[in-house]
Nanobody, 115 residues
């Protein structure tokens, strides 16, 4: 079993920045991890992913060039640096980890982008 705890959400102005963190209860060294988001009334959507074997990041078109995913293995933490935020980035951001073929999700952290 894996427990994921997100933090770092809040209110930001358009053009502003936020940095999200996700701490895992277990190792993140050999597992794919990702960020998703869900806005009110909308389906959960993919934001960014780190592929364990290559450490190559993959981004949704809507955030590429503005968001950066990274991780600190020693701290068992996944990050999402969000720059040049837009109102349409408003959502609950959820951390995802795949381990032994099973998906694990955090509870999410709210990000609101508004003037």
């Amino acid at each position: 079993q894996v427990r994921l705890v997100e933090s770092g959400g809040g209110l930001a102005q358009p053009g502003g920045s936020l940095r999200l963190s996700c701490v895992s209860s277990g190792s993140i060294r050999y597992y794919d991890m990702a960020w998703y988001r869900q806005a009110p009334g909308k389906q959960r959507e993919f934001v960014a992913r780190l592929i364990e074997r290559t450490e190559s990041p993959v981004y949704a078109d809507s955030v590429r060039g503005r968001f950066t995913i990274s991780r600190d293995i020693s701290k068992r933490t996944l990050f999402l640096q969000m720059d040049n935020l837009k109102p349409e980035d408003t959502a609950v951001y959820l951390c995802y980890q795949s381990k032994d073929g099973l998906p694990y999700w955090g509870q999410g952290t709210q990000v609101t982008v508004s003037a």
